[in-house]
């Protein structure tokens, strides 16, 4: 007993000291190695074009991926937004990392096979995710039905939620009625008898427009007072659900100018996110131009337009708003201020091709004309 402890207290020499103080190196580094292979294990997800490598996935909190980032900062992404996602679980999210793979790849087939397989086996938000993303994957492929099941499904969400399914509405919406088309109504009237909440009745209801516009069905224009006077919530206000108020709108001010669809219009005016805009700005000036009586008609007719060329000069519609403004303009006798406006339209690189046409006609035609 003596000699052991005799021995273990003797300081060490020669090879038993380099040996020691390998080990104590070795015991100093083990941590730092093991932290470095956990963090090597992370979730990848691409949105934006902007990769992120080493992250880990949370949470899904009213359509936003909660993402914990490589700096330690957690960020909200948009379900719709995220390019790809790969994420490090193993097991059944095998299939989820392919069928990511092959959306990415634009195979929304082959996709959607795995997303369906992994939405049956996934636990937690994960099958809203895989809805979310089956969603997306049917619209591509024109299954209009089965992209409007999956429509529902993120709507009335737990972790997705109507936030989410506005900015899924599916846009492949084919023009003939057939099968597809029609078990997409049977879905949306059958959710809609359900008395579902103010959010998920106008997401429906937009819907369900939006398909019967599209396959020119004649219960459209009955449909039509509903999406165009509705209230649009906050948590469903997103750019594919005001497209649909706009077409909307549009379809019913040519039909009739009242109070309701101004008012209808100033909202939406408003409210609208920023993208949209343009659009809204665009309609009421030509509203106001078919119903203005007196210079002072004319001249709120202009701003709208004249509003959308000078804040977005660099949007498609600013051209559209020159030649709105020039033709408020010349109505009230200022020709040469109608021929500049014109002139500038012609200078914009990325108007439409119909817009510059009208202008090129507008332009011959007053300069044709002597003051």
């Not at 939405?119 to 993303?133: I, M, N, Y």
């Not at 919530?233 to 040519?254: F, I």
Request: net charge positive.
């Amino acid at each position: 007993m003596r000699k052991w402890r005799a021995a273990s207290t003797r300081r060490p020499t020669g090879a038993r000291r380099v040996g020691l103080r390998r080990g104590c190196v070795l015991s100093f580094l083990l941590p730092a190695t093991i932290l470095f292979l956990s963090s090597a294990r992370a979730d990848q997800l691409v949105v934006k074009g902007e990769n992120h490598t080493i992250a880990k996935v949370l949470s899904l909190e009213k359509g936003q991926l909660q993402v914990r980032l490589a700096d330690g900062r957690t960020q909200g992404f948009w379900i719709d937004q995220i390019e790809l996602l790969l994420v490090d679980r193993g097991g059944v999210f095998e299939d989820f990392n392919q069928a990511e793979r092959f959306l990415s790849a634009g195979e929304a087939e082959k996709a959607a096979v795995r997303f369906e397989r992994a939405l049956r086996l996934c636990g937690d938000f994960w099958p809203e995710v895989c809805a979310a993303r089956l969603a997306a994957a049917y619209d591509r492929t024109g299954q209009l039905d089965k992209a409007t099941m999956n429509f529902i499904r993120v709507a009335r969400g737990r972790f997705a939620g109507p936030s989410a399914a506005a900015r899924l509405m599916p846009q492949n919406i084919p023009a003939k009625r057939d099968a597809k088309f029609t078990r997409s109504l049977d879905q949306l009237d059958s959710a809609l008898d359900h008395e579902p909440g103010v959010s998920l009745r106008v997401l429906f209801q937009t819907l369900r427009y939006e398909i019967l516009v599209r396959t020119g069905d004649e219960r459209a224009s009955r449909a039509r007072g509903q999406v165009a006077l509705g209230r649009i919530p906050d948590s469903v206000g997103s750019e594919q659900v005001y497209a649909v108020v706009h077409g909307a709108l549009r379809e019913a001010l040519r039909e009739e100018i009242n109070p309701d669809l101004l008012a209808a219009l100033n909202r939406a005016i408003q409210d609208c996110p920023d993208a949209t805009l343009p659009s809204f700005l665009l309609l009421k000036g030509d509203t106001l131009l078919r119903t203005a009586a007196s210079r002072d008609d004319l001249i709120r007719a202009s701003w709208p337009f004249l509003h959308v060329a000078a804040y977005r000069p660099s949007d498609p519609r600013a051209a559209d708003g020159l030649v709105g403004g020039a033709v408020a303009l010349e109505r009230m006798g200022r020709r040469e201020h109608a021929i500049s406006l014109l002139e500038e339209c012609l200078t914009q690189k990325n108007a439409r091709e119909e817009t510059r046409r009208s202008a090129e006609e507008a332009l011959a035609r007053l300069r044709g004309v002597k003051p």
